[in-house]
C-alpha cells in the first residue's frame, strides 16, 4: 500500500513540476500577449501604428521582458529576503537533513567516518590520551553514527509557522 501510494504522490510531484513549470509558463506568456494586445494596445491608435501587427509587438515585449524577468529573478534570488525564507522553510520540511541520504553516504561514507573514530578512539586510549569527557564525546558520535548509517535520523526538524 505505501509503495503505491508513494507512486501516485511521486506521479503528483511530476504532474506539478511540468504543468507549473512549463505548460502554464507558455500559456501564460501568450495569454498576457494575446491580452494586452487586444484589450491594450489595439485600443490605442498611436501604439497600434507603431506596432503595426500582434507579431512585431511580441518581440519587442520578449525581447524587452526577458532581460527584466531576469533581472527580478536576480533580484528575488540575490536581494530579496523572500528568497531565505523560501530556502528555511525548505530546510525544515526536509527530512534528509536529519538522515543520510541512500547511496554512497549510507554506505560507503559514514562508515568511513565511524571506522576513522573508532580507530582514533583504540588508538588514544591504548596510549592512555582518552580522558572521559573525551570517551563520552566519542561515543556519542559513535551512537549517533550508527543510528545513521542504520537509516535512523538525528536531532529534530525545527518548526517554524
Known sequence: MDNKFGFVARLWYYFRIGYATYLTFV???ANTLIVVWYLAIREIPAVE???GHFIPFAIAVT???TPLSVLIGWAHIKRSPAWTSELDI???ANPWNFKLPPGWW????AP?????????KRLLSAQGLFSEEDKTRVEGLENKLKRLIDGGSIGTPRRKL
Open 27 to 29: 500559456l501564460g506568456v
Open 49 to 51: 501604428n507603431f506596432f
Open 63 to 65: 525581447l524587452v521582458g
Open 90 to 92: 525548505g530546510v525544515e
Open 106 to 109: 549510507q554506505q560507503a561514507f
Open 112 to 120: 568511513t567516518y565511524l571506522e576513522i573514530l573508532l580507530e582514533l
